[in-house]
């Protein structure tokens, strides 16, 4: 585990991507982070994919390396205890992140009343705080529409969260800068956001509300093309299908290179008056140019130029399941530091991954297990509460908190 973070102490209250998120690699970088849920579990508990135990794969990659404790929400006495875990007292504590959010008991206004320095983030889902996913929020902004197969005429979703992965970083971001300013201030504060904006944002700074405001031509599906350069995926000889990416000058002449077209682009550009050395020009004569490439890699194995292809330096891929790339990515396996092989109770051996980011001078990279539900209820009362031996047992005894530690 990376120490960058550590004696940080955040609370968690939260379901599903993108403050999951948010919270794991806070503590991938050494924070305490502490998730509450309820006793039953939290919405999350169970999402697919699951194991054939029942427990939830989802789950376990959301939350590792957390602290969890488990209360009964609905009553007056776990909303009070959750309200202490937020607002204890320490230093490099008082940080919330939450997308429940929750009027009364458990916003910025109330809670600060017990800790005035509070820094509380919530992901909404958009800015009037209703509901929002990847699924609503994409069809919404027009994303299905430039997706799937060139003149396919149905709308075609996209099975990666991307918003809620972007906006799981950016709550990190927040309360890390937020933090920073309260180091220098004093001053607590209350960060909003909402997936819909996130979403909005980011395509604002691609250039695609722009885009369509100011182009008369609406922009349609490109299939597996890369929009406005040149990238194609092309069928082997030995049903192998590979992606071929020529964005830079220096990619597309590789490209060109190792497959020794080099004569039959010349004619192309002289039949059409367009220089291939200019991405928009490749993008234009997409077509042709896969036509020219498309019969070379039809005769090859993939095992006929892999390790050439990898030798030039091209921006290539092979199309692979999920299931595929455990067998034959290296990056996939403890080959890979970030990986280290795990047994996880109930869910199987596999491996799991540590934080992407590497610090130098702040400890080794290690993958820790998301915990068992209220596996930490008990020191979490003891430690962070305040709470005695009394309280505690009087709290179990009344099915206040349970614990599913081991």
């Given at each position: 585990?990376?120490t960058v973070l550590s004696g940080m102490r955040v609370v968690e209250g939260s379901?599903?991507?993108?403050?999951?998120?948010?919270?794991?690699?806070?503590?991938?970088?050494?924070?305490?982070?502490?998730?509450?849920?309820?006793?039953?579990?939290?919405?999350?508990?169970?999402?697919?994919?699951?194991?054939?135990?029942?427990?939830?794969?989802?789950?376990?990659?959301?939350?590792?390396?957390?602290?969890?404790?488990?209360?009964?929400?609905?009553?007056?006495?776990?909303?009070?205890?959750?309200?202490?875990?937020?607002?204890?007292?320490g230093e490099d504590a008082g940080l919330f992140i939450s997308n429940l959010r929750?009027?009364?008991?458990?916003?910025?206004?109330?809670?600060?009343?017990?800790?005035?320095?509070?820094?509380?983030?919530?992901?909404?889902?958009?800015?009037?705080?209703?509901?929002?996913?990847?699924?609503?929020?994409?069809?919404?902004?027009?994303?299905?529409?430039?997706?799937?197969?060139?003149?396919?005429?149905?709308?075609?979703?996209?099975?990666?969260?991307?918003?809620?992965?972007?906006?799981?970083?950016?709550?990190?971001?927040?309360?890390?800068?937020a933090e920073r300013r309260r180091l220098r201030t004093g001053l607590g504060d209350?960060?909003?956001?909402?997936?819909?904006?996130?979403?909005?944002?980011?395509?604002?700074?691609?250039?695609?509300?722009?885009?369509?405001?100011?182009?008369?031509?609406?922009?349609?599906?490109?299939?597996?093309?890369?929009?406005?350069?040149?990238?194609?995926?092309?069928?082997?000889?030995?049903?192998?299908?590979?992606?071929?990416?020529?964005?830079?000058?220096?990619?597309?002449?590789?490209?060109?290179?190792?497959?020794?077209?080099?004569?039959?682009?010349?004619?192309?550009?002289?039949?059409?008056?367009?220089?291939?050395?200019?991405?928009?020009?490749?993008?234009?004569?997409?077509?042709?140019?896969?036509?020219?490439?498309?019969?070379?890699?039809?005769?090859?194995?993939?095992?006929?130029?892999?390790?050439?292809?990898?030798?030039?330096?091209?921006?290539?891929?092979?199309?692979?399941?999920?299931?595929?790339?455990?067998?034959?990515?290296?990056?996939?396996?403890?080959?890979?530091?970030?990986?280290?092989?795990?047994?996880?109770?109930?869910?199987?051996?596999?491996?799991?991954?540590?934080?992407?980011?590497?610090?130098?001078?702040?400890?080794?990279?290690?993958?820790?297990?998301?915990?068992?539900?209220?596996?930490?209820?008990?020191?979490?009362?003891?430690?962070?509460?305040?709470?005695?031996?009394?309280?505690?047992?009087?709290?179990?005894?009344?099915?206040?908190?349970?614990?599913?530690?081991?």
């Amino acid at each position: 585990m990376s120490t960058v973070l550590s004696g940080m102490r955040v609370v968690e209250g939260s379901a599903f991507v993108a403050v999951p998120l948010a919270g794991m690699t806070l503590a991938q970088m050494g924070a305490d982070v502490i998730r509450f849920d309820r006793i039953e579990g939290g919405l999350d508990a169970k999402r697919w994919p699951v194991a054939e135990s029942g427990q939830s794969h989802f789950w376990a990659g959301m939350n590792k390396g957390k602290r969890s404790i488990a209360v009964n929400m609905r009553s007056p006495e776990g909303k009070e205890l959750i309200t202490r875990v937020i607002t204890a007292p320490g230093e490099d504590a008082g940080l919330f992140i939450s997308n429940l959010r929750v009027r009364g008991w458990m916003d910025h206004e109330t809670l600060s009343q017990h800790r005035n320095d509070l820094i509380m983030v919530t992901l909404m889902g958009d800015r009037f705080g209703r509901p929002a996913v990847d699924y609503t929020v994409n069809p919404a902004l027009g994303i299905p529409h430039i997706t799937g197969p060139e003149g396919h005429p149905d709308p075609v979703a996209n099975a990666l969260p991307a918003w809620d992965l972007i906006a799981g970083n950016m709550v990190v971001s927040a309360l890390l800068a937020a933090e920073r300013r309260r180091l220098r201030t004093g001053l607590g504060d209350d960060v909003e956001l909402s997936l819909k904006d996130v979403a909005a944002a980011n395509l604002g700074h691609l250039g695609m509300i722009g885009d369509a405001a100011t182009n008369p031509k609406q922009r349609g599906k490109s299939g597996n093309d890369l929009y406005g350069a040149y990238g194609h995926d092309f069928l082997c000889a030995d049903g192998q299908r590979v992606m071929v990416i020529g964005l830079t000058d220096r990619q597309w002449k590789l490209i060109v290179d190792a497959t020794q077209s080099g004569e039959a682009m010349a004619a192309l550009e002289k039949e059409t008056g367009l220089s291939l050395k200019e991405e928009s020009n490749r993008w234009a004569l997409r077509r042709q140019i896969s036509s020219v490439l498309e019969p070379w890699f039809a005769k090859r194995n993939l095992s006929d130029f892999a390790a050439e292809f990898d030798k030039a330096g091209l921006t290539w891929s092979v199309f692979r399941s999920l299931k595929d790339a455990l067998e034959h990515d290296k990056d996939l396996t403890t080959d890979n530091p970030m990986f280290t092989m795990m047994d996880q109770q109930g869910l199987g051996r596999f491996p799991v991954p540590a934080s992407p980011v590497s610090f130098a001078h702040s400890g080794q990279n290690e993958a820790r297990p998301a915990p068992r539900l209220g596996e930490h209820t008990e020191e979490i009362l003891s430690e962070v509460v305040g709470a005695d031996d009394t309280e505690i047992a009087q709290l179990f005894d009344k099915g206040i908190v349970s614990s599913q530690a081991a």
